[in-house]
């Protein structure tokens, strides 16, 4: 009798102690859920935000109006021609002469091509500019928001020599020659998505379809 007696609240505690273990895994299976459930709403709330920062990105790129060029080098002038409509050459320090705001630069409409503030007179230019690293670029929206800026080393759709060169020549009316046959604008909008956004090509044909 006194043995059963003393076995009883080890039994006891034993059942309390399994009861007490069960309620803390279940409290802790529950608070893993949770947690869970948690960090999975907090990746897709995350995945949300960047697609439609991506997105709003992406309507940004393509409200591109304008390409500011500068390049700060006053030795540039070398690479720059400007001729009167009869082929007469201008001295490329002449007041008359487009491209010129202090050293080598223009602003020319991406849709167009056209650099804006041309000269009234009938003149054209033909440019081949060794740039290396000292150029500045800004891309504008219509209302000349800044878009995205870079500097350096010239993209590759202003030049034949991709990184280096400037080269493009205007008729007299300065409009860069072949800017819409070479599709001039979808490059800048290529770029543009490229360094932006870091697209692929693949990223970009199913981005195509949304714009």
Same mark, same amino acid.
């Given at each position: 009798? &006194? ?14 102690? =399994? ?18 459930? #948690?960090?999975?709403? #907090? ?18 790129i393509y409200k591109v109006k304008y390409l500011e060029v500068y390049v700060g080098n006053e030795e540039c002038r070398d *690479?720059?021609?400007? !001729?009167?409509?009869? @082929? ?13 705001? &202090?050293?080598? *630069? ?5 849709? =167009? *091509? ?20 000292? @150029? ?15 500097? @350096?080393? #010239?993209?590759?759709?202003? &030049?034949?020599?991709p990184g280096e060169d400037i080269c493009f020549e205007t008729d007299v009316d300065g409009y860069i020659l072949g800017w ?17 956004? @870091? ?6 044909? !199913? =981005?195509?379809?949304?714009?």
């Amino acid at each position: 009798m &006194g043995k059963k007696s003393k076995q009883k609240p080890k039994k006891e505690k034993y059942e309390q102690e =399994t009861n007490i273990n069960m309620k803390k895994n279940e409290n802790y299976n529950k608070e893993k859920k949770l947690k869970k459930k #948690a960090n999975k709403k #907090a990746e897709i709330e995350k995945e949300e935000k960047e697609e439609d920062n991506k997105k709003k990105l992406l309507r940004k790129i393509y409200k591109v109006k304008y390409l500011e060029v500068y390049v700060g080098n006053e030795e540039c002038r070398d *690479g720059v021609e400007i !001729f009167r409509e009869n @082929g007469e050459k201008l001295d490329p320090f002449d007041d008359e002469a487009p491209l010129y705001y &202090g050293d080598f *630069g223009f602003k020319v409409d991406i849709d =167009t *091509g056209k650099i804006l503030n041309w000269s009234d007179e009938k003149l054209y230019a033909k440019v081949n500019m060794r740039v290396m690293d000292t @150029g500045f670029y800004n891309y504008l929206d219509k209302d000349n928001n800044k878009i995205y800026e870079d500097e @350096g080393y #010239a993209p590759s759709f202003l &030049g034949l020599s991709p990184g280096e060169d400037i080269c493009f020549e205007t008729d007299v009316d300065g409009y860069i020659l072949g800017w819409k046959e070479e599709n001039i604008k979808e490059q800048i909008i290529e770029y543009l998505r490229e360094f932006l956004l @870091g697209e692929s090509e693949i990223d970009k044909m !199913f =981005t195509n379809k949304l714009y």
